[in-house]
């Protein structure tokens, strides 16, 4: 069984920002965590609208910051400020499918189509700092193309340290089921990425030869579920969780913002529980921090201290 510094919290956009990533560290303190992939075009110019690119990391713990972009000189510009603000190591984002990312800016996914403007970034970013540098990337474009084990020997030309592997093509998106590849003879440690929900799938990346596992959509609305993995217990009332996690939020984005950026958290947080149904329906017409808050108690049954 793998130990809690090999089992990682994958990047999810739009979800592990700082506050999710404050709430999954009080859970899991000993854990790798992946920051939300940030734009090495916004970071370098600094874009005020975007508060990911002022994040510090020094008090993270083991945290990696993710980045995506095609420019190897923006890249290394970007690592460079996320190694500055604190960031342990530098994730290179090489799996993004949306076609935003991945066909539009040639950036995310589109890397495993053109192994040689990939290489030009890992050692551009290589060679700009001197923290570890992974890169996470996906089996391949679609099935026609599993090449996974070419760019991966790139990387590791690189100089590259380790890899999370995703077990989907991109042409998958994240339908059907992830298929996890034999990586023992891999010239670099492999991360194991895809619907990584148990015991038993921990158990079979790691027959597989892989170094760690890394938990994605397992965690939406289960910040525990790193620990809970490792055999941590499921906290006893989640909604005072829920309400921490709300607080987080509120401090980091304002509460007008933290009220709408919440309301997919709160979902995920009530998934499969009675009445879940309903308490979606109302959280979504919310627009008051304070009402928010209420709705939350009553539905866990906890008490609100305002």
């Given at each position: 069984m793998f130990s809690n510094n090999q089992i990682f919290a994958a990047p999810l956009a739009g979800v592990t920002d700082r506050p999710f990533r404050r709430i999954i560290r009080e859970f899991s303190p000993e854990?790798?965590?992946?920051?939300?992939?940030?734009?090495c075009h916004s970071l370098v110019a600094a874009h005020k609208n975007c508060l990911?690119?002022?994040d510090r990391?020094?008090?993270e713990g083991q945290i990696g910051a993710q980045i995506f972009g095609a420019d190897a000189t923006l890249m290394a510009e970007a690592a460079?400020?996320?190694?500055?603000?604190?960031a342990k190591w530098i994730d290179i984002n090489m799996g993004c499918p949306v076609p935003k990312v991945a066909t539009r800016a040639n950036a995310g996914a589109y890397l495993m189509r053109n192994h040689k403007l990939a290489?030009?970034?890992m050692s551009a970013v290589v060679r700009a700092v001197q923290i570890p540098v992974s890169i996470k990337t996906r089996l391949g474009w679609d099935d026609k193309h599993i090449d996974w084990l070419n760019l991966i020997n790139v990387a590791a030309g690189c100089g590259v340290q380790f890899a999370a592997l995703h077990g989907r093509t991109r042409a998958q998106l994240y339908l059907g089921n992830a298929v996890l590849p034999d990586v023992h003879d891999a010239p670099i440690p492999i991360?194991?990425?895809?619907?990584?929900?148990n015991t038993s799938d921990v158990a079979h990346a790691e027959s597989l030869g892989y170094a760690g596992v890394m938990i994605g959509r397992g965690l939406l609305g289960r910040p525990w579920a790193l620990s809970e993995i490792a055999g941590g217990a499921v906290p006893d009332n989640i909604g005072l969780v829920v309400l921490k996690h709300l607080e987080y939020?509120?401090?980091y984005y304002g509460a007008r913002s933290a009220v709408m950026m919440f309301r997919k958290h709160a979902a995920w947080y009530s998934s499969g529980l009675p009445n879940s149904s309903e308490f979606r329906v109302r959280v979504n017409s919310i627009t008051d921090?304070?009402?928010?808050?209420?709705?939350?108690?009553?539905?866990?049954g906890c008490e609100l201290n305002m």
């Open positions: 854990n790798p965590l992946v920051t939300e992939m940030i734009s990911r690119n002022f990391y020094d008090d460079k400020i996320l190694q500055d603000a604190g290489g030009e970034i991360i194991a990425n895809g619907d990584i929900r939020t509120i401090e921090v304070n009402d928010l808050k209420r709705e939350i108690c009553e539905f866990w």
